[in-house]
Nanobody
Framework: QVQLVESGGGLVQPGGSLNISCRASVPHFRAQTMGWYRQVPGQRREAVALITWRGTTNYADSVKGRFTISRDNSQNTLYLQMASLKPEDTAIYYC??????????WGQGTQVTVSS
């Protein structure tokens, strides 16, 4: 069983910053690679950032240098710090394990809108 609750989204101006979080009820969370994913209507979900149990990170080229993924294993919580936001970053952001599959369950996501 997997439960994922994202929060912290909202409206932000281009160039601004926003932090979102995810409380994850995932089996063996401390040993599990976690990731942030985003989806625009009509598009497939894409992984934007991943973090292993050791703290090794990986980012999509589109967000590298602007986004920072982190985790608090004591709280089973995943974070995403977003800076220098662009309108193209507008999407619903989801957290989940890595890798995901067609059997993966998803939370409600949190909407991030970058607009003047």
């Amino acid at each position: 069983q997997v439960q994922l609750v994202e929060s912290g989204g909202g409206l932000v101006q281009p160039g601004g910053s926003l932090n979102i979080s995810c409380r994850a009820s995932v089996p063996h969370f401390r040993a599990q690679t976690m990731g942030w994913y985003r989806q625009v209507p009509g598009q497939r979900r894409e992984a934007v950032a991943l973090i292993t149990w050791r703290g090794t990170t990986n980012y999509a080229d589109s967000v590298k240098g602007r986004f920072t993924i982190s985790r608090d294993n004591s709280q089973n919580t995943l974070y995403l710090q977003m800076a220098s936001l662009k309108p193209e970053d507008t999407a619903i952001y989801y957290c989940n394990v890595d890798p995901v599959s067609r059997a993966s369950r998803w939370g409600q996501g949190t909407q991030v809108t970058v607009s003047s």
